[in-house]
Structure formats: C-alpha cells, structure tokens
C-alpha cells in the first residue's frame, strides 16, 4: 500500500516538476525571443534617427530623440502577435550626441499554476546601445596610443583693420578666429596655435588685398570692420607699413591681461596685434601665417 | 571666259571712285586701317540784281561751315567740280561728272532730307548718303565774320536732336530746271581759313565767287533755254544762282582694338590677372572724331576650402572679380569735333548689365559624376567712365543659400547668396576619394568696343590636372570600399564598463574621459524620459499607421523642435527627467 502511495507521489512531483521545466523554458524562450527583438529593433531604430543634416555639418553622428523613441514603438508594435497583458516600454536619458540609448521593456504580470500554487511573474528585458565610430587605435588597450600627436598644418589668415581712434596713432586688433574646417572636428584635440610670420599687405597689392577680402567671413569669428571698400585699392589708402609691431595668438585660458577675450568667444583662439600707424584713417591687412600643432584621434 | 552682263560691269566702275578697300596694318595692341571716303559740298549763293551789280563790281567773300571741314586741312584731294552744261562736256567726262541737273537733284534732295549733323556748338547742317559718297549741305552763312549769328542755320535745343529749328526747304523737285536756267557760272574760290580773333570761332569756309564781267544779270523780257549756249538766263524768284560742288576724298584711319591676350589657366586659392591695352581706338560720331587708348586689368581671386573633407561635408567656393578699366585720348593725336561727343560715344561701350554678361560655369566632379554649382552672381560699379578716370567693377560669384533637411540631409540649393561666402556645397554621402572642381569663367571685358577685343577674356579651372582645385573626401559614414555598409558600428554595452579591454571609439572617447559623464552613464535608469504601454488595441493602431508611413519618413519630425507628432499622438509620455541630450 504505501509503495502505491509513493509511487503516486513520485507521479506528481514528476508532473510539477516538468511543470516547472515548462514554466522556465516558456520564460526563458519567450524572454530570449523578447531580448532578440529588442536587440534588433534598438539597432534599427538608431541607425533610422541618425541626423544626416547634423552628420553633414560637423562630421559626427548624432540621433533625434523622439524619432528614436518613434520608430523603437513602431518598430515593436509592428513585430508582436499577440499580446497578453500591457507592456511597457520606457526609455531613460536618451543621448544624442554621442548617440546612446537605454530600454526597459517590461512584459507585464503573467500568472502561472503549478499544481495548486498560483502566482504570477514578469518578464523585463534591458539593454543600452550605442552607435560608434571605431578608430585606428580603438583596439589598443594603452589610452595613450589613441591619438596620433603633434601634427601640424598651416594656414594663413588676413587681419584687417579700417580705422583707429582719430589722433591716436597706436592701432589695436583683437579678435578671435575660426579654426579651419580640417580641424574643426570633434577628433581634433589640443589644438596650440603659433605665428609663423607676418607681413603688411601694402595698396599695390590687389592680389592680396582680394584674397584678404574673400577670406575675412570664414576665417573670422567676429570681425571688426565686416565691409573693406574694394573702391579704395591705391596705395594711399593702405598702410606701408607699422612701428613697434606685436603680435600674439593665444587661448582664453592662457592670456595675458591686456589681450581680450569675450565670453561668447571663449573657447575660440584669438590673435592679437598692435602698432604705430601715422594715418588713423588708413587700412591696415596684416598676414599672419599661422602653425597649428594638434592631436588626433584617427578614424580607421 | 563667262561675259559678265554690261550693266553689272558698269555698276562696278561707276563704284570704283567711292570705294577703296581697307587697308589694314597690326601693330602691337591695335589694328590701323584706311579708308578713302569722298565727301561732296554743296553750296548755293543767289543774287539779285543789285547783289549781282555789286558783286561784279567788288567781289566779297561769304562765310559757312559744313561737316567735317577740319579734314580739308590734311586731305591729299579737295577740288571744286566742274558742272557740266552741254551734252559734248559730258560725253568728254571721264571722272566726277556732275551736271547742273544732277547737282540740282542732289541739292534738292538734302534740302529735303531729314538727317542733321553738328558742325559746330549748337548749329547742324543737313546731310544725305549719295552715290558716290556723302553729300552735304552746309551751316548757315555769314557776310561779315564778326556777325554774332550764322543765318539761316538749324539749331537744336540743348542737342536734343527732337528739338531743331529746322528752316522749311526753299527749293522742291519742281523748282529744278527753272533754277538750271537761272544759273550763272562765276569763278570761284573756296577754303578754310582759320581767324585768330579769340571772341569769335576761328574755322571758316570761306567762298569768293567773282562775276564774269561779259555777264549780265536778265532782264524780266529774257527767255530761252540755258542749254542752247547763249548766255541768256531767266531770273527765277528774282535771282540768279552761282552753285559750287566741292569734292574732298577724306583718307579716314580707323583704329580698332585687337585681342592681345591669351586664354588664362587658374589656381585655386590664388589670383588671376588678365591685363589688356588698346593702343587706339577710333571713335567717329559723325560730327566728331578722336583716337583713343583704352586700358583694362581684371583679377580674379579664388576660394576653395577645405582640401580635406569627410564625405557628405560641405567645401566652401567661390570668386571675387575686380576689374580696372580707363580710358584717354590717344596722345599726338588731333581730336575733331566736340569732346563731350567723343566721351559719350565711348560710354555707350560699357556693357550695361555686367553681373549677367560674365558667364560662370563650374562643377565639382565626384568619381564619374559631374555636378553642376551654381554660383549666384553680384556686381557693383563705382568711380566713373570719363576721358582720365578709372572705372571699378566688383563682383561676386559665391555658392547659393542652402537648406540641409533634418535627418534626411537632403540638401535644397535656393536663389540667394545671402551667407555670401560661408554658404557651403554638400559632396556626395556615399562618395570618398578624390574630388575637384572644373570651371570657366568667359566674358570678364566689360565693354563692348565692337572688335575683336576681350573675346579671349577667359578663366579656366581644371581641377583633374591641377592639385590646387583638388578636395580630398574622406570615407567617413561609410567603408571605404564604397559597398554603402556604414563605417560605425551599433553595440549593445555595460554601463558601468561600456568599453571593456579596448579604448572607447572616435565619437565616445573625449565625452567618456570626463567624470560626470561616466556618471552619468551608470546612472542611466534614474532618468526616464519617454514611456509607453502597448496593448493589443494600440499596437492595431500603431500597426495601422505604420501601412502608411514609412520609417524613414521624417515628416512627421518638427524642424525646430525636433517633437514627434507620433509621440504626440500615440499615447508616449515624456516624463522630462532625461538629462542634455
């Protein structure tokens, strides 16, 4: 007699056991399948909000949160047969540049029995993602491999100066530059600007002076006189040249006091001129030729 | 041998006396040809009685002026013509046969005419385009020079060519043979004198007629016809008619400008200079004449940055276009007539509309696609187109205004510049290696001088054989090896070890090197942002519209704001506790 009594017992506990195995392969399969889709959707729906306009502009890459969050809720709900209980999808700290998001999806309570027990379970999956550009040194675990140092480039930029004070024969220039578009990228980093050489562009100089003139919006981030009046090419109109010249390029954090920097340019590289001119009313274009040693983080 | 028709042989000797060809000499910067033109002067003095009395008694000049007079001076031929009266004088006539009849024809015809010329200041004589050359009529006249007005002459308000006193013609077709048969035939003698009284002008026609003395002024009982060779004449109106026929063959140089310049290959980044000298310049108005020298430089300066760009990037490019132009009179050389004619004739060179004159045509090849840039073009002018000063014209040739769309980057390319040189040309996205640009710049000469010069005032550019107009694009969204396979990779991470074993990539490396940032990133589940419920309700409708909007469509995106109507209308909470995105 209790023989049969055990081997019923042992029946059951075979039945709830494989109830158990069910449950749990029932859980994992649908949570895997769940991960999967959540894997792959979050891939899609990244590489479908990239910013292209963005990209275009500045080199990188960077998402737009709410078409992200968009296509993530289309792409899902396109994906599911059926669903049971609500599911909940929450998405935290989306950043766009550099683009990162992170999910939780939660299934929803469940309710399972096994043999009498009744109890419920859900099924929340996760999963940050990122988009990122590998570079040539990316793989090295040595962070000071990751960029290539001391490059250098060169460029030249026109300082034009119209006018002084009226009687006072000291001319002052002081503006910040735009860096030039080869280093105006987020892989560039510390950027140390030096003069090469100078040179004053005198009135017979038309090639200069229309090469100053053509250049004077891109490579100047604010600009004392926007407007040179081409009409005024004679040599009269110009400088010949300047007395007790001094010139710097400096960064706002490493100034000297008499340099200026403006809080809306503070991050800008600047540079820096003085000298006697005898004629207030004459234009001065001084060339600067500039080296800037810099790092970079190259792309592969 | 073909026998050519008799009339047309005929036609071509009869054409012989009035045209010459040109002859032309090329010096350095200017071509000099010659031309003979025959210009014929018609003169007509009545006499009444007591004139005719007087006049044969005491022979007294009149004074004119006619068209181009100042040319007798150098002429090699100036002579009275004879004007034939009997039949046998013009079967013996082998050059300038003119007879009363012609003469009388042709007087008529300029009296009648409607073309004026200036002679002088504001008075203007009539003139016609004969057969043999250029028939004219003259300037009033006077007795005495020291008169202040020339009589019966044709004066126009201010030059105002629709405003001339014009006298009514005295004579008409009908009035021909009575005014052969009142015609006398005086010795004459005609020719420029020049006064050196400095109140009055100092260029005369001066015409002496002297009366034969066998000749007699008819009384009113005379008849006959002139052309039976009595000496009757028959009064007509009153008067007797002395003509005079002056021929002078004006040898005109006319100098025209010369292309004396090349075709000119640019750099980009650099200037260009294309210079040119007119050596001379004939202008002729008709009433005055002058040689001119003209002198023109053009500069073009170039843009192209930067010469390394990623792929998808934009490159900055454009022209700036300076041009000199000046022009004086031709030194050595007489000047003939009025000045302020000379200088308005050579204004009217300058091309009125400069900015659409100039042509500029360039492109930036990318691989085996040539795309097409369309510059917009400005121009200004300043200073001034007068005898010793400078003109300016300045224009620019700089890149449209564009629109990037968000998320697509679909670039839009408007009609205005108004970024002026920092609008910027969008390469291919799928697009890495060499680019460069081709352009031409044609038509930079700002005048029309009606001749050869500045035809060759051209700029090339040709980036496929010069380094200076070459872009380097760098692959950067996709591989290198154009497979569009994006060059980024998507990757799951661990926030609180993103980057396990390796360095973080390009686009994550300086944001991850800074502490609040790693913070941040470990504290990415304390921030919700956006949230959703999806049941099987709202996933039918999301499944809805997803039949009928594609996800790559960013319409539904606002441009400012970057909000989703989707978002907005499908239920998604924003919770606001994100962080800076």
């Known amino acids: 007699m209790k023989w049969s009594f055990a081997s019923v017992g042992m029946i059951v506990l075979g039945i709830i056991g494989v109830m158990v195995i069910v449950l749990f392969q029932q859980i994992t399969t649908s949570n895997e399948n769940d991960y999967y889709l959540l894997k792959e959707i979050t891939e899609a729906s990244m590489i479908e909000s990239i910013d292209i306009k963005y990209y275009r502009e500045t080199g990188d890459l960077r998402i737009v949160k709410e078409k992200f969050v968009e296509n993530f809720t289309r792409r899902y709900s396109e994906s599911t047969l059926f669903i049971g209980t609500k599911y909940t999808i929450s998405f935290f700290d989306i950043i766009e540049v550099p683009p990162k998001v992170t999910i939780i999806i939660n299934t929803g309570i469940e309710n399972y029995r096994i043999y009498n027990d009744v109890s419920d379970y859900n099924v929340v999956n996760n999963l940050t ?12 675990k040595d962070s000071s491999e990751v960029y290539t140092k001391d490059k250098t480039f060169e460029k030249t930029y026109y300082a034009i100066s119209y006018s002084g004070t009226r009687g006072d024969i000291t001319r002052t220039f002081n503006e910040p530059i735009k860096l030039p578009k080869e280093l105006d990228q987020s892989n560039i980093s510390n950027i140390e600007p030096e003069i090469l050489s100078t040179e004053v562009i005198k009135g017979n100089n038309i090639e200069e002076i229309l090469a100053a003139r053509l250049n004077e919006p891109i490579d100047w981030a604010k600009r004392e006189n926007s407007q040179i009046n081409l009409n005024k090419i004679n040599q009269d109109d110009y400088i010949e040249g300047i007395s007790g010249f001094e010139s710097a390029i400096y960064n706002c954090e490493n100034k000297q006091e008499k340099y200026q920097c403006d ?36 792309y592969k | 041998m073909k026998k050519l028709p008799l009339i047309t042989l005929l036609s071509f000797f009869i054409l012989i006396p009035t045209i010459k060809a040109d002859n032309c ?41 006619s068209s181009q007079y100042e040319a007798w001076q150098n ?16 079967e013996e006539c082998k050059e300038d046969c003119w007879d009363l009849n012609e003469f009388y024809t042709q007087y008529i015809a300029i009296e009648n005419s409607p073309n004026i010329e200036r002679i002088k200041d504001n008075n203007y004589a009539k003139y016609i385009d004969g057969q043999y050359g250029k028939y004219h009529g003259h300037l009033g006249w006077k007795i005495n020079i020291s008169d202040d007005a020339w009589e019966n002459t044709i004066t126009c308000n ?21 005014l052969i048969n009142a015609t006398i035939k005086t010795n004459n003698k005609v020719e420029l004198i020049r006064t050196n009284d400095s109140d009055k002008p100092d260029d005369y026609i001066q015409v002496t007629r002297r009366i034969n003395e066998n000749d007699e002024f008819p009384d009113s009982n005379t008849s006959g016809n002139k052309n039976s060779s009595s000496k009757k004449l028959q ?27 090349a075709k000119v290959s640019g750099k980009c980044n650099e200037t260009s200079k294309i210079q040119s000298t007119c050596g001379k310049k004939t202008i002729n108005t008709g009433n005055s004449y002058a040689n001119i020298e003209i002198n023109q430089e053009a500069y073009v300066t170039n843009i192209l940055t930067p010469k390394t760009i990623y792929q998808g990037g934009g490159i900055k490019f454009g022209f700036i276009y300076y041009n000199k132009v000046s022009w004086k009179f031709a030194e050595g050389e007489i000047i003939y007539g009025e000045k302020d004619d000379i200088s308005a004739t050579v204004q009217k060179m300058l091309i009125s509309d400069i900015a659409n004159n100039i042509s500029v045509n360039a492109s930036f090849i990318e691989g085996s696609k040539q795309n097409k840039i369309n510059l917009i073009k400005q121009c200004k002018q300043s200073g001034s187109f ?11 040739f700089l890149l449209p205004d564009s629109e990037v769309k968000l998320g697509t980057g679909k670039v839009n390319y408007l009609t205005t510049s108004n970024n002026g040189i920092n609008n910027s040309y969008y390469t291919n996205l799928n697009y890495s290696g060499e680019g460069y640009i081709k352009a031409e710049l044609s038509n930079l000469n700002v005048l029309d001088t009606n001749d050869d010069w ?26 290198p090896d154009q497979s569009n396979e994006y060059a980024f990779i998507y990757r799951p991470i661990d926030l609180n070890n993103p980057f396990p074993n390796r360095n973080a990539g390009v686009n994550w490396y300086d944001w991850y090197n800074i502490s609040a940032n790693k913070e941040r990133l470990k504290t990415s589940y304390s921030k919700l942002e956006y949230q959703v419920e999806l049941d099987n309700q709202s996933v039918s409708k999301i499944k809805e519209y997803n039949n009928n909007n594609n996800y790559l469509n960013w319409t539904g995106i606002d441009e400012e704001t970057e909000k989703s109507d989707f978002v907005n209308n499908y239920n998604i909470k924003r919770t606001q506790e994100g962080g800076n995105p």
């Open chain 2, 386 to 396: 007068t005898e010793g000063e400078t003109l300016i014209t300045t224009c620019t």
């Open chain 2, 235 to 261: 009064a007509f109106n009153g008067n007797v008619y002395s003509p005079i026929l002056y021929k002078v063959a004006v040898e005109e140089k006319t100098n025209q400008c010369i292309e004396n310049t």
């Open chain 1, 263 to 298: 809080k809306n340019y503070k991050d800008n590289v600047w540079i820096y001129w003085e000298g006697s001119i005898q004629d207030s009313e004459q234009i001065a274009i001084i060339k600067f030729n500039i080296k800037f040693t810099y790092d970079e983080y190259e």
């Open chain 2, 158 to 178: 201010s030059g105002n060519l629709s405003e001339c006193n014009i006298p009514e013609p005295e004579f008409s077709e009908s009035d021909k043979t009575k």
């Open chain 2, 75 to 90: 002429t090699k031929e100036k002579k009275e013509i004879t004007l034939l009266e009997t039949q046998k004088e013009k």
């Open chain 1, 129 to 140: 993602g990122i988009l990122e550009f590998t570079g040539k040194n990316t793989s090295s």
């Open chain 2, 25 to 65: 000499i090329t010096h350095d910067n200017y071509k000099e040809c010659t031309k003979t033109t025959n210009h014929y002067y018609f003169f007509l003095k009545p006499y009444t009685a007591a004139d005719f009395t007087s006049q044969k008694a005491n022979p007294t000049p009149t004074y004119t002026l």
């Open chain 2, 454 to 479: 500045g035809n060759n005032w051209t700029l090339t550019y040709d980036g496929e054989n010069d380094d200076s107009c070459k872009v380097n694009v760098t692959s950067r969204l996709y591989k």
